[in-house]
């Protein structure tokens, strides 16, 4: 077999806003992926210019949810606004809330009482699982592997209940507030956690067995759209997607919030075990290992919760802070670093609400990386980048 | 390094393109001069002892009252572990700043993010074009007096309120207590259901 000609990427005038509509296809074809397709994780669209089964290019176009959640922010109080922030990441709602709640919280300098931050960990760190498992089910399933879809979900739902039974909402749960959480942890709650976690450990290792480190499955990403560390980096990858490169970064270890610092745990990051570094089974390999960091949290978390004492700071009914204070949150999300940039405005809500996801940043990278790929491949690659459309859109 | 710290190696190299150090409330910033930002920032990369090599965001605030559009640059260094805020004042008739794609890539998207929600002009970026919103859309949705466009190819952007004609329980309250009638309780169903 003789080895591939080396690919030519056609030059584009790139002055023009029109850009896409003059891609210069010469013999190439262009295909819409999307925005209805179900492996593109929601609703983004490709524009794949390609060579047979080769792409030259694939061009993410994304907007298509875009619910000017940032406009929102300036028109909400400041409390008013905690709904929302779950529609930003609907997949991991918990932290978006965390997010939004740790801005407001530094603008005003409150200090949340300790039962309430471990509230706040324990119902992160189950919806980092949940959110986990969705990703390496659906990645899995995307490459062709559809069973283990159905056994992550099935561990979903589990998570699904016990976030339930705390807050009362399955998605878009609205726990937290200003200051603190809204309910405490019911009675036997901590019970429920353990057991939950005694049997999820378990299914961890099975689910390792049936598909992390299964042939076929490391065949297919191993050596995939590798990332290079330097270039996660410059386009501001975040998160596992960072980590699988390579870098030893996580939010909660390096910029410690909350009461990250009093809780042990590792930081797993991609070795480049069956391929290169930070290819595409690196970042599914990341998020597995995470699930199991979180379950340590969460049994740490169990044994340290203080019994009894407030959930919630001392708030005033109306919150009003001076006008042109600004401030800068930054949260491990279940997508990576997560950023609320906010500025106080005159009244009682913002001037100014900005959020920087880890899911839109990825979306940057993608045209850079599709390039010589295989249209099956980019399959993998939007799997393996995590990325959740609402996330991109806001 | 310290915010204070950036800011004197920033100052001992650019002199009075970088403003003074803000007293800010939680994160210090400093004011760059708009036609001074690419040069400061591929300093604040390529200086060994800065090393920023990521942008981590960039935000554009609009502010009518002073008639100012801010920049906001958020940078970070994986190597050092330190962060930095730079703010450019621009000019809110003529949002114009050079882009800094060619020192972070992550700034190819941010920025066309801010000039599809912002109008905010990068020259030399490579490809500004709207990104949330649809290419033919008129106007920037986070100016602070953006009015929409009553509809978008025939579709129409507003609707009526369901909850038009409404009253609020507590306003009939009032209202009955200020008439002086405040044992007639009023009859708050006929109207909430109209």
Redesign the interface.
Known sequence: MTSPKPLEIPTMD??S?E??RRIEVGGDMLLNMGPQHPSTHGVINFLVQTDGEVMKRAIPE??YL?R?L??IGERCTYNGYMPYTDRVDYIAAMFANQGWAMAVE??LGTVVPERGEYCRVIACELNRIASHLISVGTMAMDVGAVTPFPYALREREFINDLLEELCGARLTYNYLRIGGVAFDLPTGYEEKVATFLDHFEKILDEFNRLITYNEIFIKRLAHLAPIPA??A????LVGPNLRASG?K?DVRK?LPYSIYPALQFNVPVGKGEMGTLGDAWDRFWCRVEEMRQSCRILRQCLAQIPKGGEIMAKMPRKIKI?EG????SRIESARG?M?Y?A?AGPGENA??V?I?TGS??A???ID?LSRGLMIADLVALIASLDVVAPEI?R | MTFEEIHQRLVAKFGERVGPLAPANKDAWALVQTAAIVEVCRHLKEDPELAFDCLMNLSGVDWPKKNQIEVVYHLWSYSKRHSFILKCQLDRAKPEIASIESVWKSADWLEREQYDLLGINFTGHPDLRRIMMPDDWIGHPLLKDYKEQPEWHNITTTRDSPLDGFVRLDELRKKAAAAGAESAAPAPKKELLQ
């Open positions: 790139m002055t806003k850009v896409l994304v907007g875009h000017s940032e406009k530094r603008l330097q270039m980096i410059d386009y501001c870098v970064f390096d001076a204070t600004e401030a800068y670093d950023q940039y500025v001037w100014r900005k920087r839109f940043t979306m940057g990278i850079a859109d």
